[in-house]
């Protein structure tokens, strides 16, 4: 191996280990560290950690621990990768930078530049001024993709947008504007991971009257999203659904929606429907990712499905038995 390939298998154990975090980690970013010593014929990993949790240590806190006694005068001569820019500021916990400083690794392997206005380079900027070699943008797509929830947040000071939908196979929601089940028991379960995955949920007022939906993590793990209507006509902060006794927040738009988003530190949303809702952040171009479900069954009759823009691609297509998961990328 030459060393961007060494440094590339590094940094995927670092974005493997950085996922763990998916839930509990935010709204820090998901960070992972691999402390590796060795040349390029011969290299172990003596240490390795993720960001559990907010408020606990970071990655290279945990990875630095992680170090059996009889292995710490090796980190004279290690080399610790990191998927996201250590910090260099005091927040909850001290600045990693420093600690790796006061460790004395000989070299750092960043992934990606952490975009957060506390850090911005600042942390990569006193790595060198030590004296340490620091190598930045190894998979730079890959580590920036996991954490595009956080860049977007702190970039657009908005959450990320997810439009999801499940529709038949001739391109309707309902049938003859009846509710219709279009997911798979696997499908479903998909849709619960993505509820306990991201921040917060909104439907509009139509699909909240007549679906009574829930909005819960019911067959996955995890916390239940915040759960928003948008609706100009129902007044009021929240109210609960008569079939879910689940509180529901309510905002007049989305520009609303969004500032409530950010202010709640929200970093996420997935927009869930109806058909009038999603149509009006495709519109608008306000979004980040679509997901849509396309199922086995037909209708002929009904509300039609969201109209996606001719000139987008598709990302990526998975299939799950006969109904597929079509993928698409705001490139904007």
């Given amino acids: ?26 709204p820090n970013p998901m960070v992972g560290a691999v402390i590796v010593v060795g040349d390029k014929e011969s290299s172990r990993i003596i240490g390795e950690g993720y960001h559990v949790r907010c408020g606990e240590g970071h990655a290279e806190v945990n990875a630095f621990a992680s170090v059996r006694k009889e292995d710490e005068p090796l ?25 790796i400083i006061k460790k004395g690794v000989r070299r750092v392997v960043v992934g990606c530049i952490d975009e957060f206005a506390k850090v911005q380079g600042r942390g990569i900027r006193k790595l060198r001024e030590a004296g340490i070699e620091v190598t930045v943008g190894v998979l730079e797509e890959e580590c920036r993709w996991l954490n595009r929830r956080f860049f977007t947040f702190h970039r657009l000071h908005r959450p990320y947008i997810i ?6 196979a001739d391109g309707f929601l309902d049938d003859h504007f009846q509710p219709l089940s279009i997911s798979t028991p696997l499908t479903k379960m998909l849709v619960h991971r993505l509820r306990a995955e991201e921040d917060a949920i909104v439907v509009g007022r139509t699909t909240w009257e007549r679906e009574c939906p829930r909005l819960t993590v019911r067959e996955w793990t995890g916390k239940d999203p915040v759960r928003f209507v948008l609706s100009s006509s129902l007044q009021g902060s929240a109210a609960e659904n008569g079939s879910s006794h689940s509180p529901f927040m309510f905002v007049d738009s989305i520009e609303a929606l969004l500032t409530a988003c950010y202010e709640r530190q929200l970093q996420s949303l997935v927009v869930e429907g109806g058909c009038d809702t999603l149509q009006r952040f495709i519109d608008r171009g306000i979004w980040d990712e679509i997901r849509v479900e396309t199922g086995s069954v037909t209708s002929s009759e009904g ?14 297509v998975e299939h799950y038995g006969d109904n597929t998961v079509t993928y698409y990328l705001n490139q904007q």
């Fill in 303 to 316: 509300t039609r499905s969201p109209v996606i823009p001719p000139q987008l691609k598709q990302h990526r």
């Fill in 75 to 99: 980190l004279r001569d290690s080399t610790i990768y990191v998927s996201l820019e250590p910090c260099s500021h005091y927040g909850k916990t001290p600045p990693c930078a420093d600690l």
């Fill in 1 to 26: 191996m030459n060393q961007q390939e060494i440094d590339e298998k590094y940094m995927r154990r670092c974005l493997q280990l950085a996922a763990n975090g998916r839930q509990n980690a935010r």
């Fill in 163 to 168: 439009l999801k939908w499940a529709q038949t």
